[in-house]
């Protein structure tokens, strides 16, 4: 009984810390949510700033693919720095591995952001990975991205890197997430087209002080902030929705296996008190039996 008493007792303190970390995954799913949905707007006019900047009678050159190879390959992966999040780092790191192999260049620099993600890929002697800190709110994230397109960029002029590729993991309904890569780097003819048909919201189309090539310059530099922005907000959201979903399932054993031990412990009980008053029974019995003798 008293070993049931400890069990139950350790099983009542994981059941707290469970609680907590559920309402803790629960409340920061909302404020990720709601940073991917602010960008909606501003991603909008991103676009309209570079489609503006590339129907310039004189096309502002962009780098394009000249090749059907490529060049020197790197990678941003967003994974998770904690644990308790089911395969959602060993998910993202398949989707990388098997995509970067694939390609015709050889990967050069990888950014793993999350220690388990940088873990696992260093497991898999895949492609030196630099470890970059996971947010822990909604506000560490712009830092995180202006480091992520430092290192781009230094990577680039460098000549070490050409094409970037993005992997993060994207939320779906409930607790479910899919493991999504984008090519981030270089602009293709393609992008450029649809940018450049996107239709404008009047009929004038607005002036480029000072030309189109500095503008188009900033407004590239939005277009990258912003998609690495939403896709390190998706994995976070997808990081704890992921969270939540596993301690759900950790609560609904430990209130199990509580049942489980309460009704052991109450078994016990009743039968220790059982042997007592069988024991008090019999004891008055005996002497019962040895007063009538005397």
Known sequence: MQSLSRKIAGAGDLQGVVSAMKALAASSIGQYEKAVQSLNDYY???????????????PVPLPH?????????GAVV?????GLVGRFNEVIVDLALDTLKKLPGKTKQIL???DRVHSLLTDANFAPARLLTVPTSVHGIT?????????IQTAQDKGDVHDVYLFHNRPKSGAAYDPVCHRLLPFDREWRRKLTALPWPDKKLPQIVNGPKPALDAFIKGYLFVLLFQACAESLNSENASRLAAMQRAEKNIKQILEDLNLEFHRLRQESIDEELFDVVSGF??????????
């Open 65 to 73: 693919r000249q090749r059907k190879d490529t060049g020197p390959i």
């Open 112 to 114: 793993a952001v999350g």
């Open 78 to 82: 967003f994974g998770s720095d904690q």
């Open 44 to 58: 909008h006019t991103v676009e309209l700033g570079l489609s503006a900047c590339l129907r310039q009678a004189e």
């Open 143 to 151: 830092p995180l991205i202006g480091e992520v397109l430092i290192e």
């Open 285 to 294: 019995e005996a002497l019962a039996k040895h007063a009538h003798h005397s």
